[in-house]
């Protein structure tokens, strides 16, 4: 098992076996079948432009961006020969756009100049690209070029730790334990299923009575039960 940090060594909650994951996932599968990227794209050069400029920034608002992008902009050369000055006021509104524009002029010009204008197929290469980080290369791979790839966000390490399917706040840790316990055809699927679990029912505050596995949820049943126990003087109602 992969190492932990040093905040979590000192957490006693038990890691949840393979079997138990794999239970667990494949229920959040049957309460999310359709999961997946709500990013619109239609090919790993618009998926990787639209997943750097995700950060903090909803799908929606990405999605109005893209589309007028992406005309003026059809791939990697197009884009590599705008400057960040002409990119910054189109994409102004997804946030963070004067750091966003030279990630996306630096991702461009290095897929021209290091990859021959196509977007690499490995972890390592794309991670190298400016403004791409492991998850976003994880996306990509996982959505756009068919290698197994477990994006691990926010919404991912909470819904993993609080469930106690991972126990670490290092997306990497992350990766590997739900990697683990999944073939790795399943990763994608695994990590939008829990991206989607975040964000419609285990949010920061979660709506545990529309939860498919709260049953088998440690925060359920050491915080979320407890909490309301003592609030009302009796167990949840089902
Ligand atoms: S039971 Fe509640 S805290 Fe646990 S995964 Fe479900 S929504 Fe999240």
Known sequence: MAQLSAKKKADPRPLKT???????????????????????F??????LVATILSAQCTDVRVNQVTPALFKRYPDAGALARASTAELEPQIQS????????????????DVVEQHGGKVPE??????????????????VLGHAIGVPGLPVDRHVLRVANRIGIAKSDDP????????SAMPPERWTQASDTLILHGRRICKPKP????????PH?????????????????????K
């Open 18 to 40: 393979t079997a138990e994951t794999r239970r667990i996932l494949d229920a959040l599968f049957t309460q999310h079948p359709n999961a997946d990227t709500e990013l619109d």
């Open 172 to 179: 990497e840790v992350v990766e590997r334990q739900l990697g």
């Open 94 to 109: 997804t946030g963070f756009f004067r750091a966003k524009s030279r990630s996306l002029v630096g991702m461009a010009t």
């Open 122 to 139: 490995t972890m390592d290469e794309l991670v190298r690209l400016p403004g791409v980080g492991r998850k976003t290369a994880n996306v």
């Open 207 to 214: 709506l545990c009575g529309q939860c498919a596995v709260r």
């Open 217 to 237: 949820c440690h925060y359920y049943k050491t915080v979320i039960a407890k909490a309301s126990k003592g609030a009302a003087g009796k167990a949840i109602p």
């Open 42 to 47: 239609k090919n790993a050069y618009q998926l």
